[in-house]
């Protein structure tokens, strides 16, 4: 039970979170490249053309090509989940609580103290749930990092729940 988490004050439904199920969610990020890549905001357009044209032209120059890899693609993505860095966004939470209109902040309780942010600011948190393909035991559940990455070195640690006020 220490590893639960809940969302709960001034909201419609109080939500309960377990980060040791997260390590199967789709949505979750690697840390150790999401706030490098995070700073190098690009035209989604032109990303999406480059990829396509580099598909193309490797159909061109080598033909169709089926992926005779699909076997250590999956083997590969078990050894990642297996010893990655993992966080996962705070808003779908946050949003299926769903604040009351009048909602202006969120409080984060910590161990030793808490901390305020704007709910518009809470939107952006990251939930860091796994370190080196293990749960966070010693200090956790979960570290939080601002969504900018400004935390990076400091992150919220000991994280006991959330209130939205």
Known sequence: MENILHISGNVKFTIT????????????????????????????????TKS??????????EGAIFPPTLKTEKQFEKVKVMTGTFGIKFEPFLRNSEPASDAKALIIHAKDQDYELPLEDANELILKFADSGKPIKEDGPVHIYYGDGSNQDSPIKNVKGFTVK
């Not at 396509?52 to 120059?61: A, C, G, N």
């Open 52 to 61: 396509v044209s580099k598909h193309w032209d490797r159909e061109i120059m």
């Open 17 to 48: 979170l377990d980060p040791g199920t997260w390590i199967f969610d789709d949505r979750k990020v690697d840390l150790t490249t999401y706030f490098s890549r995070q700073n190098q905001k690009s035209d989604l357009n032109e990303e999406y």
